[in-house]
């Protein structure tokens, strides 16, 4: 039998697009078709169309094209998936702290958060069995999803360590609540061993792995992919039916054809080298510039992030000075879900800091983290 997933009141009743039913049909062999209103496929630039496959490659096992959906960015496969799993009410466990546009998206479609502490080896998972008894207890929900940002986590940077995936694919088993393993950093790793990831521990079973071509290529390509079980991702392919149609294919191929080429493997070997370079000048730029103060933080062995503790200055009231000074960061509370939502121990955010160090360029964030500083006299 396959992971019992619970489906939204909303998927339960999505249906395929009829028109696409019926292209299946156009497609007989010898059927001329005037059914459906589209170009001249013989002059499209199709040679260039190739799967995202080899990007995979590190999961452990080949993914059929059933068990794989690409997506307009991995924003869009939090909205398929929200769509598909979440009811208003419904709880989603997230990290505290986690990406603010994943609390967005699971919000909108009217759930409710169960944060887990995170340490520098990401969401303290031992803890999960607890909160969520506790969440049946006070809300009488077993939490439909957990959402994880394995690798050099936005913002902590923290990686979830690898006795915590295998613990975490566990109590999805046990408990039958699907995990979403977001992935866009996870090729950027500076520094120590890769960890394999929950999909991989799990056979794939429970987990919905996603990962995108945004943080490795560029933001604006927006073109990301899922993977996980044939009938979920059924369903979310019916799910993106109603929002997009599908990811733009000039995007699809040109992205194609850059991996085919090899381009990204030499470009992922680039990087990694500019902005580990990036990370460590800003450790070095950051302790210099601080002089004492008591800021602290766990130097990130890849991604994008620096988070900083301020210990008891208000990131907020931080934000407003420095951006007077001319320097910008994220205050942390942006990275929490709500208090009210929730039954889970967060702390609201309120004394850490964002730094992202991969965009400034080297003679910026030396003078960013001067600016910075000076901020915290
Ligand atoms: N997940 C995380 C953890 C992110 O940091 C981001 C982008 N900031 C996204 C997903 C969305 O990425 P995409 O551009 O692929 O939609």
């Known amino acids: 039998m396959g992971f019992p997933f619970r489906y939204s009141r909303a998927a339960e009743v999505m249906r395929p697009s009829p ?23 013989m002059i499209f630039p199709v040679e260039e169309f190739a799967s995202c496959a080899e990007a995979l490659s590190e999961h452990g096992r080949e993914v059929p094209p059933e068990e794989m959906i690409i997506a307009t960015g991995s924003q869009q496969v939090m909205d398929m998936v929200s769509r598909v799993l979440l009811d208003p009410g419904d709880v989603v466990v997230v990290e505290a702290p ?14 409710r958060f169960l944060p887990v502490p995170c ?51 566990e109590i999805a088993r046990e408990l039958a609540i699907p995990v979403l393993e977001d992935d866009p950093y996870g ?18 079973e429970g987990v919905i792995y996603a990962s995108s071509f945004s943080k490795i290529l560029a933001p604006g390509v927006r073109v990301a992919w899922a993977i996980g079980d044939p009938d979920l991702i059924r369903r979310l392919v019916i799910a993106k039916q109603g929002m997009d149609l599908c990811t733009p294919m000039v995007a699809q191929v ?27 000048s800003m450790a070095t730029e950051m302790r210099a510039a601080l002089g004492g103060r008591p800021v602290s933080w766990s130097d990130p062995e890849g991604g994008f992030f620096l988070w900083l503790d301020l210990g008891d ?12 000074e001319g320097v910008a960061f994220l205050p942390g509370r942006a990275f929490y879900p709500g208090i ?28 960013g983290c001067r600016r910075l500083a000076r901020c915290l006299s």
């Open 119 to 169: 340490d520098e080896n990401g969401m303290c998972v031992e803890l999960l069995p607890g909160l969520i008894a506790r969440c049946r207890r006070d809300t009488g929900r077993l939490p439909k999803l957990i959402y994880s940002i394995i690798n050099f986590s936005n913002p902590s940077g923290a990686c979830l360590a690898a006795d915590r995936r295998v613990r975490l694919a």
């Open 187 to 204: 090729e950027l790793r500076y520094a120590g061993e890769p960890i394999p990831s929950v999909f991989s521990i799990a056979g794939g």
């Open 98 to 111: 986690t990406y603010p546009g994943a609390l967005h998206t699971f919000r909108s479609t009217g759930a």
């Open 313 to 324: 200055i208000d990131s907020q009231v931080l934000f407003a000075r420095a951006i007077e």
């Open 254 to 280: 040109v992205v194609s054809e850059y991996v085919e080429r090899g381009f990204l493997e030499s470009h992922l070997v680039k990087i990694r080298t500019h902005y580990a370079v990036k990370a460590r």
């Open 19 to 41: 028109i696409r039913e019926l292209f299946k049909l156009t497609q007989r062999r010898g059927m001329i078709s005037f059914a459906g209103g589209l170009p001249d496929p």
């Open 340 to 367: 009210d939502e929730t039954q889970g121990d967060a702390v609201n955010g309120a004394r850490f800091a964002r730094l992202c160090f991969t965009f400034a360029q080297p003679e910026e964030i030396a003078e």
